[in-house]
């Protein structure tokens, strides 16, 4: 045999019956979405590396350590592109508005999910591919739609029963009101220098506002008592911060001021937030957002404000299941028994039709070695879950007819039903009580 190859390393399979709880967050949040008017998008995996460089910033993880980047082969005129995998969507999704100039008549509420690939070190709620479901709302620049976009991600957790979250907020001000509080928090670190560890030494005069992200205990204290972006914010920042406060109480969405709350990318401005959990141990944050409005001219856009969130899929199912929220794994309506071979070409007729009537079947098909006995065919029925069997035996066949058997209420209650006309008694499939 040949040698086994694995899934590369912190990128993972998802197989039933986990990939139902998959299905079911997608369900709901596609159902969600289009409650709150946010319509879909679809971007490509892989970028011009140049867009996360602009987009995301140079001195972040991302960029500098994370992303799947490379050059791809050259094309004739002996040019090759720098291309990378998405580490996220928001560039990509800016890149595609600003593309197609989707802004020209109004603004535009858009959502997003699919797999994203950061090279980072694997770990629980951190993996090498890894999925997010994402809202953004471009061309507004007040706080209402930053209201909207929390009251979403809030409409979400009640659909889903996810119960152990709080939001943070905090508001990064405007890029002149941030150099201000950055020469300050320079000066401070510097006064401090020795209790930095080297990321925040490198970060220092670089990105100094990405050092009170740091998730490194032993930089708490300094990082704690560092000068607050928010003593720094004019009044205008402050009452877009007061205006989302002011909607969010009236909606009874509870939240926390935290001000070390930065961020890890680069292009936000104003309002940011998190719905953070402790049940997940260091991996705490399963949805983060906030205010980019100038992310889109950074890009080549004409100016516009934004503002978006992106939650972490792997992370909002594993809350789930760490509160117990069961899966429901799905089960087929019928299982269908199949002792002949030869009846094969009216057995698969008849689940089309079934089929095309809205009934879920399986079909008990051969294996290697052939179909296996009835007894054994009755048992795989039971195993499926499904509260009937079609038996297709040849009594059966040669009357015309198929016998619904039922498996679930007790009753072992057996009728037999006419092939010729099957969309006149699928439905009877469908009822828990089919025929008494
Ligand atoms: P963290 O601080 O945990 O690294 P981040 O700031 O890098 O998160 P964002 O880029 O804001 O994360 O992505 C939004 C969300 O996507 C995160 O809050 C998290 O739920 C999820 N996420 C980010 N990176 C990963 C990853 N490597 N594996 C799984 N989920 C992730
Ligand atoms: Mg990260």
Request: charged fraction near 25%.
């Amino acid at each position: 045999m040949a040698d086994k190859l694995n899934a590369v390393k912190g990128m993972n399979d998802i197989l039933p019956p986990e990939s139902a709880r998959w299905e079911w967050l997608e369900a709901t949040v596609r159902e969600l979405m289009g409650r709150f008017a946010y319509r879909n998008v679809r971007t490509p995996i892989l970028e011009h590396t140049a867009l996360f460089v602009r987009g995301i910033g140079e001195v972040t993880d991302i960029v500098e350590k994370e992303m799947y980047a490379f050059e791809d082969r050259s094309d004739k005129h002996g040019q090759a592109e720098h291309l990378a995998m998405r580490p996220e969507n928001t560039a990509g999704l800016v890149r595609a508005v600003i593309e197609h100039n989707m802004l020209y008549d109004g603004p535009k509420r858009l959502w997003y999910t699919g797999p994203m690939f950061r090279r980072e070190k694997p770990q629980r709620g951190r993996y090498r591919q890894f999925h997010q479901i994402g809202a953004e709302a471009l061309g507004f620049a007040g706080p209402d739609v930053d209201a909207e976009l929390i009251l979403l991600a809030n409409a979400l957790w009640k659909a889903i029963g996810l119960t152990d979250v709080r939001l943070e907020l905090n508001s990064l001000g405007q890029p002149a009101e941030r150099a201000q509080h950055r020469a300050q928090l320079i000066a401070h670190f510097e006064q401090h220098a020795d209790k930095l560890d080297e990321d925040g030494k490198r970060r220092l005069h670089s990105n100094p506002l990405r050092i009170l992200d740091t998730k490194n205990p032993a930089m708490k204290e300094v990082v704690e008592a560092a000068p607050k972006l928010i003593d720094f914010l004019g009044a205008e920042s402050l009452a877009h911060f007061e205006g989302l406060q002011a909607i969010l109480r009236a909606n009874d969405i509870a939240f926390t001021i935290n001000p070390r709350l930065v961020r890890g990318l680069d292009y936000y401005n104003l309002s940011v937030f998190e719905f953070v959990t402790d049940r997940l141990g260091a991996q705490g944050t399963v949805c983060a957002g906030g205010r980019y409005d100038d992310l889109i001219a950074q890009i080549g856009g004409k100016p516009a404000p934004a503002v978006g969130w992106a939650m972490g899929v792997e992370r909002v199912l594993d809350l789930l299941k760490e509160q117990g929220a069961a899966v429901a794994a799905p089960v087929p309506t019928a299982y269908a028994v199949v002792p002949d071979a030869a009846s094969m070409p009216v057995v698969l007729r008849t689940l089309q039709a079934l089929r095309e009537s809205g009934v879920s079947v399986q079909m008990h098909a051969a294996t290697a070695d052939g179909l296996s006995s009835f007894k054994a065919q009755m048992k795989k029925a039971d195993a499926s879950g499904a509260p009937y069997a079609l038996i297709f035996g040849a009594d059966e066949l040669a009357r015309g007819e198929v016998t619904i058997k039922a498996l679930r209420d007790g009753s072992g209650a057996q009728t037999a039903r006419v092939l010729s006309d099957v969309a006149a008694w699928a439905a009877t499939l469908q009822s828990p009580v089919p025929f008494h």
